[in-house]
């Protein structure tokens, strides 16, 4: 079962512009992590927020967390094409040992 | 450091074939281990997991199976392969909740 739910589906900019992805979840979580995929490869991780964190960056990535709303976004800022990709936000639930998964956002950048 | 295996990369299997997917994990002991299915172009479905040897957790009830023979050894499996059992697999794992998952490079299963 799909726990999060990404938005938009599709997203294209121009390099150099921020990209904003959100993500919404349905239940409680332990975490929320936020992955990435190019085509035809496995994922790879990008950050993992925890519930009582609101916001947290890496590099060129900024990731906020609204518990009460249950929702994230992602901020990619000042885009490269190699950002190009499919972009996953996941939950890991308190009383589980598994991670859900959302439905992606595909990103593409042009040069 | 640690590594995450996973073969083949592609393969086509005729229906009614069996099918055997392995995934090893090294330079880590007692991983968590996964198997998620992707189909074209949606999310991830996570199908079985695995906490230690033999134990082994299945969330969706389908065609397929799991085994865990060895600490770093995860394996997919089929008796007989199903036209909707084509798919991208994916093994991953981690070791315990708070940390990201590392995921193998994926295997592209094409059932005709």
């Known amino acids: 079962s799909q726990q999060g739910e990404e938005d938009p589906q599709a997203l294209s900019i121009q390099e150099g512009e921020n990209a904003t992805m959100n993500c919404s979840y349905k239940?409680?979580?332990?975490?929320l992590q936020w992955y990435r995929q190019n085509s035809g490869r496995g994922l790879v991780h990008l950050i993992l927020i925890r519930s009582n964190e609101r916001e947290k960056h890496s590099g060129r990535l900024r990731v906020t967390l609204d518990t009460s709303k249950k929702s994230s976004s992602l901020l990619i800022t000042a885009s490269r094409a190699a950002d190009t990709a499919s972009y996953f936000c996941?939950?890991?639930?308190?009383?589980?040992?598994?991670?859900?998964f959302g439905t992606g956002t595909r990103l593409q950048v042009f040069p | 450091s640690q590594t995450i295996h996973q073969w083949p990369a592609t393969l086509v299997q005729p229906v009614g074939s069996p099918l055997s997917l392995e995934c090893t994990v090294e330079?880590?002991?007692?991983?968590?281990l996964y198997w998620y299915r992707q189909a074209a172009g949606r999310g991830l479905q996570l199908l079985f997991y695995?906490?230690?040897?033999?134990?082994i957790s299945s969330e969706v009830p389908q065609n397929l199976s799991a085994s865990r023979p060895q600490d770093q050894q995860f394996i997919l499996s089929s008796k007989k392969l199903l036209l909707s059992d084509s798919g991208f697999y994916l093994c991953a794992w981690n070791l315990d909740r708070g940390h990201g998952y590392t995921f193998g490079s994926g295997t592209r299963l094409t059932v005709v």
């Open positions: 330079g880590t002991s007692n991983p968590n």
């Open positions: 695995s906490v230690g040897i033999g134990q």
């Open positions: 239940t409680s979580i332990n975490n």
């Open positions: 996941a939950t890991d639930s308190w009383n589980t040992d598994k991670l859900i």
